[in-house]
């Protein structure tokens, strides 16, 4: 990639997050640090942006969760209605946890015929609000931060399910080493989620992409279907189209 489309990708994340990471962008454009430092401090000098530690930021930064937690709710939106093209009626789906999951569950239309099996508490009480969706919530003992449940009740129940698409929230993706999480027993019922479906798909906002967490839960061709709200061409997206997976 040449410099000029480098730098247009850099500005664009900005635009989006108001924040660059120096590592990520490394791994997403496949250029050294000392290249992304050059276009950093080129890109300040022009005033363009603020080079801080470890990336860049805005030059009217200002760090506010309730911004954050706004434009990510409207991305995840665009995240699940593209998720919409793949449930198609009378199909079983495995729906986990996640901010995006629970979007797209609240998208559903309601008089699709569906049967949802979910350990995602938040889901199965918006499973309730649809009479023509069979829901059901696997039982086992309740992860607070996740408002989840996990553990052998769980994976048993996942043993005796064999789902048309599992559509799996992530707190990190990446090319070279697939789909990671921060908690080991999360990781633990992903993995018999996976092995119970047809198909994975995996809703993911991209700032998610080419991060990693401590626990492996499955590798990249594993995945059927990333889903991000950017346009699957987009150059974050090549290294997954790459490994063969359908960019949605």
Same mark, same amino acid.
């Given at each position: 990639?040449?410099?000029?489309?480098?730098?247009?990708?850099?500005? *664009?994340?900005?635009?989006?997050?108001? %924040?660059?990471?120096?590592?990520?962008?490394? *791994?997403?454009?496949?250029?050294?640090?000392?290249?992304?430092?050059? *276009?950093?401090?080129?890109?300040?000098?022009? +005033?363009? #942006?603020?080079? $801080?530690? +470890?990336?860049?930021? /805005?030059?009217?930064?200002?760090?506010?969760?309730? %911004?954050?937690? $706004?434009?990510?709710?409207?991305?995840?939106?665009?995240?699940?209605?593209?998720? @919409?093209?793949?449930?198609?009626?009378?199909?079983?789906?495995?729906?986990? +946890? !996640? /901010?995006?999951?629970?979007?797209?569950?609240?998208?559903?239309?309601?008089? &699709?015929?569906?049967?949802?099996? &979910?350990?995602?508490?938040? =889901?199965?009480?918006?499973?309730?609000?649809?009479?023509?969706?069979?829901?059901?919530? #696997?039982?086992?003992?309740?992860?607070?931060?996740?408002?989840?449940?996990?553990?052998?009740?769980?994976?048993?129940?996942?043993?005796?399910?064999?789902?048309?698409?599992?559509?799996? !929230?992530?707190?990190?993706?990446?090319?070279?080493?697939? @789909? /990671?999480?921060?908690?080991?027993?999360? &990781?633990?019922?992903?993995?018999?989620?996976?092995?119970?479906?047809?198909? $994975?798909?995996?809703? $993911?906002?991209?700032? %998610?992409?080419?991060?990693?967490?401590?626990?492996? =839960?499955?590798?990249?061709?594993?995945?059927?279907?990333?889903?991000?709200?950017?346009?699957?061409?987009?150059?974050?997206?090549?290294?997954?189209?790459?490994? !063969? =997976?359908?960019?949605?």
């Amino acid at each position: 990639m040449i410099k000029a489309e480098r730098q247009k990708y850099i500005l *664009d994340e900005l635009n989006l997050y108001e %924040k660059v990471k120096s590592s990520r962008l490394c *791994d997403i454009l496949r250029v050294s640090e000392d290249t992304i430092r050059r *276009d950093l401090i080129e890109l300040e000098n022009s +005033g363009h #942006l603020k080079k $801080v530690h +470890g990336g860049a930021i /805005t030059i009217n930064f200002i760090p506010s969760f309730k %911004k954050r937690e $706004v434009l990510e709710i409207q991305l995840k939106n665009e995240i699940a209605r593209k998720a @919409l093209g793949l449930i198609e009626e009378n199909q079983v789906l495995i729906i986990d +946890g !996640g /901010t995006s999951n629970l979007q797209l569950v609240n998208m559903l239309p309601k008089n &699709t015929k569906l049967t949802i099996f &979910t350990n995602s508490i938040p =889901v199965a009480s918006k499973l309730c609000e649809n009479g023509d969706i069979d829901g059901v919530l #696997l039982g086992g003992s309740i992860l607070s931060k996740g408002h989840s449940t996990i553990g052998y009740h769980s994976i048993q129940a996942l043993h005796e399910i064999h789902a048309d698409l599992c559509i799996m !929230g992530i707190t990190s993706i990446d090319s070279q080493y697939g @789909l /990671t999480e921060a908690h080991r027993e999360e &990781t633990m019922i992903k993995k018999e989620m996976i092995k119970s479906s047809n198909k $994975v798909a995996s809703l $993911v906002i991209s700032q %998610k992409l080419m991060t990693r967490q401590p626990y492996s =839960v499955c590798n990249i061709d594993s995945l059927d279907y990333l889903i991000t709200e950017l346009d699957p061409d987009h150059q974050s997206l090549r290294p997954f189209k790459e490994k !063969g =997976v359908k960019i949605i």
